[in-house]
């Protein structure tokens, strides 16, 4: 059983940066495949990012590719998403997921946090 606590939301003027962080607790946080998802009122929860187990990048979505940054620290059971551009096309719920692969559909993913708000204003 792991569980996710995502933090770091806000609100940010178009063009800003927002770093949010998820915490993990629980059993071989080192283990999981780690993603970042969001999803905006009325639509989806997409894919934004995912980092395998050993540090490596799996991949980002091409809306965020160049701006946004995966990150994780095993040592202290946490992943950062460092966002940076932020856009209009930027607002939604960030949710931090664990899974036992780095995959783009939430079905791979058997851990969720609550999710963190990111507003941004122009």
């Known amino acids: 059983q792991v569980q996710l606590v995502e933090s770091g939301g806000g609100s940010v003027q178009t063009g800003g940066s927002v770093r949010l962080s998820c915490a993990a607790s629980g059993r071989s946080f080192s283990s999981y495949a780690m993603s970042w998802f969001r999803q905006a009122p009325g639509k989806e929860r997409e894919f934004v990012a995912a980092?395998?187990?050993?540090?490596?990048?799996?991949l980002y979505a091409e809306s965020v590719k160049g701006r946004f940054t995966i990150s994780r620290d095993n040592a202290k059971n946490t992943v950062v998403l460092q966002m940076n551009s932020l856009n209009p096309e930027d607002p939604a719920v960030y949710y931090c997921a664990a899974g036992l692969r780095a995959v783009l559909t939430t079905g791979g993913y058997n851990y969720w946090g609550q999710g963190t708000q990111v507003t941004v204003s122009s």
């Open positions: 980092i395998r187990w050993s540090g490596e990048v799996a």
